[in-house]
Nanobody, 113 residues
């Protein structure tokens, strides 16, 4: 089993940037993939981005351009950088180990206009 811990969320003004972290409790070198999701009260949980064991990245169509997912295998950590934040990016952001379906507790991102 793997524990995932997200961090890096907070309150930020529109136009700002954040880098979220997803720290795994053990090596993630052999993972299939780690995904970032987000969920706001108004929407269902939606997939933001995926990074696989080969470092290949995939983004939801609506997320391309402002979101960057990356991995640091030495730190067992996956990052999600969000630029040009918008109020509609306000959500709880979760990381997920795929396909094992382990989830972190989430980190809140709040963007003020």
């Amino acid at each position: 089993q793997v524990q995932l811990v997200e961090s890096g969320g907070g309150l930020v003004q529109a136009g700002g940037s954040l880098r979220l972290s997803c720290a795994a409790s053990r090596s993630i070198v052999s993972i299939n993939a780690i995904r970032w999701y987000r969920q706001s009260p108004e929407k269902q949980r939606e997939l933001v981005a995926t990074i696989d064991s080969g470092g290949n990245t995939y983004y939801a169509a609506s997320m391309k351009g402002r979101f960057t997912i990356s991995i640091d295998n030495a730190k067992n950590t996956v990052y999600l950088e969000i630029n040009s934040l918008k109020p509609e990016d306000t959500a709880v952001y979760y990381c997920n180990l795929y396909p094992n379906n382990y989830w972190g507790q989430g980190t809140q991102v709040t963007v003020s206009s």
